[in-house]
């Protein structure tokens, strides 16, 4: 089955402005994420301990990420970041104007945007949990 006329005219309009956009974002809800993980959780781990808080697995399992994104930091930045930038630039290119069918490049784009956003969710979530 062969690409159409019309299917190649529509990857030929897709603008890869948007896609470095859909990337970037991506990127930056991550670095939100590391950030959160970094400089937020310890401290309301300082607190939780300072309350003597009993804290929930959930807000257990959170504090221990934290702590390992603390003492492995580089390895997130040299291990993940650059060449995880690199292999999910080339991918969402290669689905977003190589792929005829625009339903893959929506997934695509949905789980690069909505896991960090998932995760960040559920790291604020653990952290206010104790709260309630």
Do not use: C
Not at 8 to 20: L, P, Y
Not at 36 to 63: A, C, G, N, Q, S
Not at 75 to 85: D, I, S
Not at 112 to 120: A, S, W
């Amino acid at each position: 089955m062969g690409v159409t006329q019309f299917d190649q005219k529509t990857n030929a309009t897709r603008s890869i402005a948007i896609t470095i956009l859909l990337v970037g974002i991506s990127l930056l809800l991550f670095l939100a994420w590391f950030g959160t993980m970094l400089f937020v959780v310890p401290r309301f781990e300082r607190d939780f301990l300072d309350l003597k808080l009993k804290l929930p697995y959930v807000t257990e399992l959170t504090i221990a990420g934290s702590r390992w994104t603390v003492k492995y930091w580089y390895v997130a930045v040299a291990g993940l970041l650059f060449p995880g930038l690199g292999m999910i630039g080339a991918i969402s290119y290669l689905v977003r104007h190589r792929v005829v069918d625009g339903m893959w490049s929506a997934i695509w784009f949905g789980f690069l945007i909505g896991f960090p956003l998932i995760g960040h969710l559920l790291v604020w979530m653990s952290l206010f949990l104790p709260q309630l």
